[in-house]
């Protein structure tokens, strides 16, 4: 079963900016490997925030288009979330996924 470790979450200013990794461990991402970042605000249902398909299709959620671009490092089996132009309503628990498996979370808050 692939674990997932996420890291670079914080605080930052309205404005400001993010970027979030997830490093699997314990099989190998490729091309073929969903993968995606869902986030989840006090007392909200998980929502899905970019997903990359297989073969690089991705979806954004309508909030982050144009803000947010999720990308991958198959070399470093490394999933990304740039995040731009980060608003208070953008503050939650984010999370890593693959097929079958869930990062720990990682806290992001925007607050000025």
């Known amino acids: 079963q692939v674990q997932l470790a996420e890291s670079g979450g914080g605080s930052v200013q309205p404005g400001g900016s993010l970027t979030l990794s997830c490093v699997a461990s314990?099989?190998?991402?490729?091309?073929?490997?969903?993968a995606g970042w869902f986030r989840q605000a006090p007392g909200m249902e998980r929502e899905l925030v970019a997903r990359?398909?297989?073969?690089?299709?991705?979806f954004y959620d309508h909030k982050v288009k144009g803000r947010f671009t999720i990308s991958r490092d198959d070399a470093k089996n490394t999933v990304y979330l740039q995040m731009n132009n980060l608003a208070p309503e953008d503050s939650a628990v984010y999370y890593c996924?693959?097929?079958?498996?869930w990062g720990q979370g990682i806290q992001v808050t925007v607050s000025s």
């Open positions: 314990g099989s190998k991402l490729n091309a073929y490997t969903r």
């Open positions: 990359m398909e297989p073969f690089a299709e991705i």
């Open positions: 996924n693959v097929p079958h498996s």
